[in-house]
């Protein structure tokens, strides 16, 4: 039976490969947390300089960076990082791990947030290589850390702690919807708003253990207490 998330903390930072990564699935759990006076950061690996085709990635990285920066702001985040991994090669490296490290240790947040690790979202469903290698980097990072955060979660199925968000699903579809260049191509079939909101149905089930509200399912790694799996 999953938890509710953690209450007594005041600042996250969420670490993701790429572009859209946190709007895709956390969006409506970080408007919840700014609008109740929490601080988030976003650290992002990359600008997604490869995620839109057929454009040049010199071009489709300054569009997707400005497209996050506006992203965040709509969900209350004004501190995003980028730091030129390169898109759809991101890998596990001492180098992108030592990064990491060094955010968390300058930012010393509450809570550390990234991508999911597993190999499918659901069966049938593969999780992409850069996520994967992005967040054992981010679990190797944490490890290495002499005082690590209290927590640090995945977001991802199979949900231990859920974060509940009635009322925050309109503001996470418009922070997805500034996406726009990169959804117009990934779906050019379907008008960005659609595909904004049925991508945050999807990342907001309602969950009965919670009274049917809406919920972010979110995945404990590591515990300050215990710094071994959970």
Known sequence: MAETFPRDWREALVLVPHPDDPEYGIGAAVAKWTDTGRKVHYALASRGEAGIAGMAP??????????????AAIVGVDDVQFWDFPDSDIRDTPELRNRIAGVITELQPDVVVTIYSGPEWAPGAPNQRDHIEFANAVLAAYDSLDEPPRWLFENGPQASHCETVDGYQDVAVDSLAAH???????????????????????????????????????????????SSPV
């Open 180 to 226: 726009e260049a990169y959804l117009s191509v990934l779906e050019p079939e379907t008008p960005v708003d659609e595909q904004a909101r049925r991508q945050i149905a999807s990342a907001t089930p309602r969950t009965e253990e919670f009274g049917g509200q809406r919920t972010v399912g979110f995945i404990l790694k590591r515990h300050r207490s215990d």
């Open 58 to 71: 010199e071009v489709a990285g300054p569009v997707r960076e400005r497209e996050q920066r506006r992203s």
